[in-house]
């Protein structure tokens, strides 16, 4: 009995001995080392510091991308300091009223020339942007070179502009000051009438000026072939105050008339007589001529418009009203000339 219970004892020992040099697995895993845990620890730390970080760089990302969002749907600011680009056309010809005086104009803009009642001495430059006030703004130059500008603004069909010249061109240079002066109306003309050809030079113009100008006082009007009835009759200070452009324009409706022929000085010359313009200084021209020649002692006391021509009164020759009362002279609005 003793020999059993010695040997279940020595069993009893093996077993526990087996148990304490074999570990159960699952307690290892549920209670790591203290090294282990210090391991752990720095890694979770290491883990938990990159995640802040790419925690920050996704949020600098997303703030930049924030920003440039509002950049790019930002719209463009709309101050007063901003200019519009000039979108008008402004070509052709237009009748330029003043809304105070009633005093109209032709101006005819083409390619950078500008023709004002048929006289040619005027280039323009549009604006590429509108002014500060928004206005088109067409600078414009004589022939001395002197500039001043033109401002425009849309008004339905029409433009309604402004002139601004001498020290108010400089000023509005300056600081964009527009001086309020005297609004004029542009119409668009739709017939385009007794507009010059700007086929030709100013040159050229002026050449064929000058050649009708010693055809009518050195050649015809002196010579043994002058008839007063054939109609080419002209004071110089008329002649004088026709301009280049205007000559030629009638000129070149002779040519049109005639078949595209040139024709002869006279014929030329003769239709010039009959067709020039009639200017609204004639009667300034009138009076000069009057007053240096053998009349100068009949004073004038009334004239009488009749269209192309005017009736002549003075105090020796005085108006009556009656029926056989002719004038002492009849002036012809075109040329100068009279006769009695």
Known sequence: MKKIIVVWV????????????????????????SEQKTKTTETSAQSSEQNTKTAETTSQSSEQKSKSAVKTSQPKSSTSSEVSQASDTIRGVWMATGKQDGVSSNW?????????????????????????????????????????????????????????????????????????????????QQKQEKVVS??????????L????????????????????????????????????NEIWNVIEEFKKKNNGKEGTLFEQAQYLSRNAPIKDNWKELFFEDWNNSNYREDEIEKLI????????????????????????????KRTGSWHG
């Open 108 to 188: 005819y803009f083409n390619n950078g020339q500008l023709t004002v009642n048929y006289v040619y001495h005027f280039s323009y430059v549009i604006a590429k942007n509108k002014d500060s006030h928004g206005y088109t703004v067409v600078t414009i130059t004589n022939k001395e070179g002197k500039k001043h500008a033109l401002l425009l603004k849309r008004n339905g069909s029409n433009f309604d502009g402004r002139t601004v010249e001498g020290e108010d061109y400089v000023k509005y240079l300056a600081d964009g000051t527009v001086s309020s002066g005297q609004i004029i109306e542009f119409k668009y």
């Open 305 to 332: 418009d009749k269209g192309d021509t005017v009736w002549v009164y003075t105090d020796s020759v005085p108006y009556t009203g009656e029926k056989d009362n002719y004038p002492i002279e009849t002036i012809d």
């Open 10 to 33: 020595v069993l009893l020992g093996v077993v526990l001995s087996g148990c304490e040099k074999s570990p159960n697995k699952s307690t290892k895993i549920s209670a790591p080392s």
């Open 209 to 244: 000026r000058k050649t009708l100008r010693t055809y009518i006082f050195d050649t015809y009007m002196p010579g043994p072939d002058y008839v007063y009835a054939k109609g080419i009759n002209w004071s110089e200070n008329f002649f004088d105050n026709l301009t280049a």
């Open 198 to 207: 700007h086929n030709a030079s100013l040159e050229e113009m002026e050449n």
